[in-house]
């Protein structure tokens, strides 16, 4: 059985044993799971009712739309327009990312972890120090270095626009949202599945790179981006989710950086409302991650292709309603 399969596995059911890999991180069973699930609804209800109601839709919000294909990006910014409620801000849009990348660390922490402690053997290959060929981790890590650049590079470049102009464009995100939709579901449902993690190659890791930059166009979905890429280059459904999961983390690792001044700088009687939002995301993210992957290992893309559609659809009628 293949080491890959080992070391990326989210779930028990779903875990290959391997005696050349750590065992995979554990994560909840389904009773667990759903209580776990009634617990944070309930979390959920009380916070709104003790007047966070906006935080708590815009954590849950976030905590779906990152790591289901469905654009957290524009939903980010079509729930406030829905409802008609005052947009906070980019700077609470990367708090909320605050709490997606806490669920991802969490739940894939023994994963990140080993390709952490590749860190050294990359660091010796590229210095030129070549007789040792890299372990799995360490390839994984170069992936996901690649991975990030063009997503880096076009977020400088963007900047701008990402927090001006993106954020009222209504019908270029139904457009998006289409235009990915459809990618999604012919990816999903003509390409095979021949290939698992330990397949992709460095030029994998660029393409799904580049995908993953278009995603900073609202309704494009960098998960929804990514796992298509990954899904149209031949790999598994988990294995394109689990790569995707992966190549999040330094990506709101930089998006966090970025803004963390803006962050510091918040006002005193704002830090509650932060504080929820980034508390509902990653409890509502970890749930998601958990759902997704075994979702799609049985079921596929379909339904978020779908959901996508008719989203979009939804978009093009509120708009043109109050026009």
Do not use: N
Not at 71 to 95: C, E, N, R
Not at 117 to 145: C, D, K, N
Not at 171 to 194: H, P, S, W
Not at 198 to 214: H, M, N, Y
């Amino acid at each position: 059985m293949r080491v890959a399969d080992t070391l990326w596995s989210a779930t028990k059911h779903m875990q290959k044993m391997s005696t050349s890999a750590p065992p995979a991180t554990a994560t909840p069973t389904r009773p667990t799971f759903l209580i776990l699930a009634v617990v944070t609804l309930i979390g959920c209800l009380a916070l709104g009712a003790l007047g966070f109601l906006e935080p708590v839709v815009l954590g849950i919000v976030q905590g779906l739309g990152e790591f289901l294909p469905i654009s957290s990006s524009a939903h980010l910014i079509l729930v406030p327009w829905f409802f008609g409620w005052q947009d906070i801000g980019l700077t609470f849009d990367i708090a909320l990312h605050l709490g997606t990348l806490v669920a991802v660390v969490a739940y894939f922490w023994r994963d990140l972890l080993g390709v952490a402690r590749s860190a050294p053997q990359v660091a010796r290959w590229a210095a030129g120090e070549r007789r040792t060929p890299l372990t799995l981790q360490a390839r994984l890590l170069v992936g996901i270095v690649i991975g990030t650049i063009p997503a880096v590079i076009l977020g400088v470049l963007l900047e701008q626009i990402i927090e001006t102009v993106f954020r009222t464009q209504y019908l270029m995100i139904a457009g998006t949202l289409t235009v990915m939709g459809v990618l999604l579901y012919a990816a999903d449902r003509f390409c095979e599945q021949r290939k698992s993690v330990e397949d992709v190659t460095w030029r994998d890791a660029l393409l799904v790179g580049i995908a993953q930059a278009c995603a900073l166009i609202p309704g494009v979905s960098r998960s929804g981006a990514t796992m298509t890429m990954g899904r149209f280059l031949g790999l598994e459904r988990s294995a394109a989710a689990r790569f995707s999961f992966l190549l999040s983390t330094p990506i709101m690792v930089a998006a966090f950086l970025v803004k963390l001044d803006d962050l510091l700088a918040i006002r005193p009687a704002d830090v509650p409302i932060f504080a929820v939002g980034v508390i509902v995301s990653a409890a509502i993210g970890a749930l998601s991650i958990h759902f997704l992957l075994g979702y799609i290992r049985r079921v596929g893309f379909g339904i978020f292709a779908l959901y996508r559609i008719m989203l979009a659809i939804a978009i093009v009628a509120v708009y043109f309603s109050r026009q």
